[in-house]
């Protein structure tokens, strides 16, 4: 009985694990797509993102972290608790920094323009949601499965090429990040003005 019950779960993983490979990017993707835009209204729009917004892109590149260390490492518990405690991060910065904008005032109002009608903001607290909620459907349908933790990407040459360039754009857009914050909040307090080691 038990040979056989190791059978099911090894066949159960031979179609499950790449779909979970496959979830993984497609929240990945998502979420360079999201910073790409953040990006482009910044570079292209001259729309400087403030310190709670900055602390935001970082919670989503912790996320995506996470993810990369899934496809590094394999399926673990402890990759997707780094993805949940990001987007816990990621829920609490953006609901503080709804809840300070919600009531227009002189010199706090919402940073950037609109999209679709909602602020970076409260999107943020969308997207939180929608993380947190993906990360527990992650949990419920692959959480515990002995035989999709034992095969790893590297088994499906075509994810893991995808992952590896998705990873690598990923990576990329931490770098201008880090290097953009340098530029904007120099040794002292970011502030949506300019860029202070410009001036």
């Known amino acids: 009985m038990n040979n056989s019950s190791n059978k099911v779960a090894a066949v159960w993983g031979d179609y499950v694990s790449p779909l979970l490979y496959v979830y993984l990017l497609g929240m990945m993707a998502v979420i360079a797509g999201i910073l790409t835009t953040a990006m482009t209204l910044q570079y ?25 260390q899934q496809f590094r490492h394999g399926y673990s518990y402890f990759n997707v608790g ?3 405690a990001f987007s816990v991060f990621l829920l609490i910065v953006s609901v503080r920094q709804t809840l300070l904008d919600i009531y227009p005032r002189p010199g706090h109002a919402y940073v950037g323009s609109a999209v679709f009608g909602l602020h970076m903001p409260v999107w943020s607290v969308i997207i939180a949601a929608c993380l947190l909620t993906a990360l527990a459907l992650q949990l419920l349908i692959w ?3 002995k035989a999709v933790a034992d095969k790893s990407i590297g088994m499906y040459p075509a994810l893991k090429t995808i992952a590896v360039m998705l990873s690598l754009y990923v990576i990329a857009i931490a770098v201008i990040n880090f290097v953009s914050v340098g530029v904007q909040c120099e040794f002292n307090q970011c502030h949506t003005f300019s860029y202070q080691l410009l001036d």
């Open 82 to 84: 780094v993805c949940l």
């Open 44 to 68: 292209v729009e001259g729309e400087l993102p403030c310190p709670l917004c900055l602390l935001q892109r970082a919670a989503m590149l912790g996320v995506c972290f996470g993810i990369i």
């Open 143 to 145: 959480g515990g499965n």
